[in-house]
T-cell receptor
Framework: AQSVTQPDIHITVSEGASLELRCNYS??????LFWYVQSPGQGLQLLLKYFSGDTLVQGIKGFEAEFKRSQSSFNLRKPSVHWSDAAEYFCAVGGGYQKVTFGTGTKLQVIP | DTAVSQTPKYLVTQMGNDKSIKCEQNLGHDTMYWYKQDSKKFLKIMFS???????INETVPNRFSPKSPDKAHLNLHINSLELGDSAVYFC??????????????FGPGTRLTVL
């Protein structure tokens, strides 16, 4: 069965600092991998997704993620965090016509 | 223009009542979903419809019944509400036949509180 682990429940970073959110997945074949962001009181919005090709994926809002098959990881990064990036971030995995499984989320707090 | 809309945004009701949540998407997508997000933010799929046909039906109590009158609408009816049904319910849609790789577009959510 597919699964996603986001080991960090809550992360605090200073505005302007770099950010890395961790995601590990379990899937039997080549997965689709996603990062979604949920701002307070809002639905989820796709930041980026990966299936094949270049293992470094660029997304919206200056985010990128790197797929590492050997580590079953798909970590999200941003070189300089803005206060507006404070939100909940969800990693997700899926494949074929199966459902997409979401991780439990990482809450990002940005301090001035 | 709202891509995926849900009504109501908030729903407060007593245990044992029956309630419905409506979802509409104007993206022309074929597939729609219902998710439940609990108090710990865990997001779990409940149902998925493709062109009005049920394609995913997770382990959800029979009290929950989705209905898709057309491919732009997916409603969720809940009978005999229980305290444990309190959550945020998200509707989502994607373009093509429920493929996992398709981007899902989420509505703003309906916060259901059962007293």
């Amino acid at each position: 069965a597919q699964s996603v682990t986001q080991p960090d429940i809550h992360i605090t970073v200073s505005e302007g600092a770099s950010l890395e959110l961790r995601c590990n997945y379990s899937y039997g074949a080549t997965p689709y991998l996603f990062w979604y962001v949920q701002s307070p009181g809002q639905g989820l919005q796709l930041l980026l997704k990966y299936f094949s090709g270049d293992t470094l994926v660029q997304g919206i809002k200056g985010f990128e993620a790197e797929f590492k098959r050997s580590q079953s990881s798909f970590n999200l990064r941003k070189p300089s965090v803005h206060w507006s990036d404070a939100a909940e971030y969800f990693c997700a995995v899926g494949g074929g016509y199966q459902k997409v499984t979401f991780g439990t989320g990482t809450k990002l707090q940005v301090i001035p | 223009d709202t891509a995926v809309s849900q009504t109501p945004k908030y729903l407060v009701t007593q245990m044992g009542n029956d309630k419905s949540i409506k979802c509409e998407q104007n993206l022309g997508h074929d597939t729609m979903y219902w998710y439940k997000q609990d108090s710990k933010k865990f997001l779990k799929i409940m149902f998925s419809y493709n062109n009005k046909e049920l394609i995913i039906n997770e382990t959800v109590p029979n009290r929950f019944s989705p209905k898709s009158p057309d491919k732009a609408h997916l409603n969720l009816h809940i009978n005999s509400l229980e305290l444990g049904d309190s959550a945020v319910y998200f509707c989502a849609s994607s373009q093509r036949g429920g493929r996992a790789g398709d981007t899902q577009y989420f509505g703003p959510g309906t916060r259901l509180t059962v007293l």
